[in-house]
């Protein structure tokens, strides 16, 4: 990866680069002039090259099509020399990195952990967490929306589901963001890949030697598929995901939410008004805020709508330019916390759509909730001091509020 990745973008259809500041702060112009051009289907030779389709039908096309476009590679960016493509830098993520005839299995057996009665259990524990860490600062009158509150809730909530140490928040917190927010530093991409890795690596030989009961980790080691165990490699790989893409997704959901009701105070007094109003209100929330984009590997040479696609190119899916399409979506860029039809991809589409997003909207939820109870009036402190992640994810990082 050249310096040309860093020189200014002089053709979003040919040129677009996902990690410029302007995009990474705001991708939705982009994403709306590429959408109405007479090209949808952009191409980039930034950072290892890719194709990003910004309709709703192509991306939702692109995502059904496993076979041609496959989940070998689902970063937006190629790994770090030295290591292998895939997600997570060699260590899979089963099921969103697998496909048919593994995915099928890899799937099944997560879907149980994150039905909607088995994540139900965490949300009086979740809505505790909030509370808690509204105490810390509700009285100070200012607070970080996303460092003080948003990015503790997820990370918190998945430790507690694998069983591991709370108090490695900071460490797990980290690794997160070397892989998914630091992505263009490759060594330090490499360092929190390792060090998961390794993580995971002491947790599954520490219940072999002590087994527990009520454990996530352990019962992922005693499962069985068609008499044999599951491999040590597909628990290493659900951990990885849980840990990674179970984090800094949601945590960048609540944040975004949490600065959009800071500029709308006509939002928060219609759910104040409107209780019943709380699971449209949160889909919605999700639509217009869908923080991942996913990317897929090219199977075979194939023309996609007129654009030739040779095997191993790397094709985005910003899930964020699907949800705000016009051709599906009456006024796209507007939040209407009723809207009725709503279908959404914030989650994914086809058969790799987010297993976890029971746990992510409950979450989501009940952070929102929480804070409008405690926190009914609140506004930015400086809009434009807001600080954003993108590429991977979009979602703001820094988030000073005052109430």
């Known amino acids: 990866m050249t310096d040309t990745n860093h020189k200014p973008v002089q053709d979003l259809l040919t040129d677009y680069d ?5 995009f990474v ?15 949808p ?6 950072w290892g090259g890719s194709w990003m389709p910004t309709r709703y039908e192509d991306v939702v096309a692109i ?3 496993y076979e041609t476009f496959t989940s070998r590679g689902i970063l937006v960016l190629p790994p770090p020399p030295g290591q292998t493509e895939g997600a997570y830098g060699g260590v899979a993520a089963p099921p969103i990195t697998s496909d048919p005839p593994d995915h099928h299995w890899h799937r099944r057996l997560i879907l ?18 909030c509370n808690s860490l509204i105490d810390a600062f509700i009285d100070k009158g200012v607070a970080d929306a996303a460092g003080d509150y948003a990015q503790h809730i997820p990370v918190r909530v998945i430790a507690t589901m694998l069983g591991v140490p709370l108090e490695m928040e900071e460490e797990f917190t980290d690794w997160v963001r070397g892989v998914l927010e630091n992505m263009t530093d490759m060594e330090r991409r490499k360092r929190a890949r390792q060090n998961i890795i390794e993580f995971f690596l002491a947790q599954v030989k520490d219940r072999a030697e002590n087994p527990r009961e009520n454990d996530l980790i352990t019962e992922l080691m005693n499962t069985e598929v068609e008499g044999k165990k599951v491999p040590i490699e597909y628990v290493l790989g659900v951990c990885n995901l849980m840990l990674v893409a179970g984090v800094d997704t949601t945590w960048s959901a609540i944040g975004s939410t949490l600065w959009h009701m800071a500029q709308h105070p006509e939002h928060r007094k219609q759910l104040r008004d409107n209780p019943d109003l709380w699971p449209t209100a949160i889909e919605e929330l999700l639509r217009v805020y869908a923080p991942v984009t996913m990317a897929r590997i090219v199977d075979h ?15 985005l899916m910003p899930f964020p330019a699907a949800n705000r399409d016009p051709r599906v979506f009456e006024n796209p860029d507007e939040v209407i916390l009723d809207r009725e039809h709503n279908r959404h ?9 987010c297993a976890g997003s029971n746990l992510a909207r409950l979450e989501v939820r009940v952070a929102l909730q929480t804070w409008l109870a405690r926190i009914p009036e609140y506004e930015l402190v400086d809009p434009s001091s807001v600080t954003w992640a993108g590429g991977q994810v979009h979602g703001p990082r820094r988030c000073m509020v005052k109430f």
């Open 25 to 39: 702060r705001d991708p939705y112009p982009s994403f709306s002039e590429i959408r109405e051009s007479k090209c």
């Open 301 to 315: 040479d194939v023309e996609y709508n007129g654009c030739p696609m040779k095997a191993g190119d790397r094709v």
């Open 112 to 129: 149980p952990v994150f039905a909607p009665q088995s994540v139900a259990k965490y949300e009086q524990g979740t809505r505790d967490l």
């Open 41 to 46: 289907v952009a191409h980039t030779d930034r």
């Open 345 to 353: 991809v914030a989650f994914g589409s086809g058969i790799h759509r």
């Open 63 to 65: 995502a059904q099509e």
């Open 18 to 22: 996902i990690f410029d500041p302007e």
